[in-house]
Nanobody, 122 residues
Framework: QVHVVESGGGLVQAGGSLRLSCAAS????????MGWYRQAPGKQRDFVAT???????IIADSVKERFTISRDGAKNTVDLQMNSLKPEDTAVYYC????????????????WGQGTQVTVSS
């Protein structure tokens, strides 16, 4: 079993930056991926970015010019640096751990964090 905890959300003005952090603990697979999804009110949960333990990254086209993802494999953490934030980035951001390289797939098996709220004011 894997426990996932996010931190770093908050309120920021449009154009500002936030950094989200996530830590996974428990039965961590040697080959894994960790990533971020977001869910705005009344909308489905959408993929944002993921990074494998091997260093491969996938970032959604809607944010790839503004968001970057990084990992500390030794600590099983993943960060999401969000720059040039827009009001439409407002959502609850969820971290996901997957015991495979498939965290970019919403249906992939994995463990979710409780979510952290990001609010971007105009």
């Amino acid at each position: 079993q894997v426990h996932v905890v996010e931190s770093g959300g908050g309120l920021v003005q449009a154009g500002g930056s936030l950094r989200l952090s996530c830590a996974a603990s428990g039965s961590i697979s040697s080959s894994n991926s960790m990533g971020w999804y977001r869910q705005a009110p009344g909308k489905q949960r959408d993929f944002v970015a993921t990074m494998t333990s091997g260093g491969g990254t996938i970032i959604a086209d809607s944010v790839k010019e503004r968001f970057t993802i990084s990992r500390d494999g030794a600590k099983n953490t993943v960060d999401l640096q969000m720059n040039s934030l827009k009001p439409e980035d407002t959502a609850v951001y969820y971290c996901k751990y997957c015991p495979n390289y498939a965290c970019h797939l919403p249906s992939s098996f994995g463990s979710w964090g409780q979510g952290t709220q990001v609010t971007v004011s105009s």
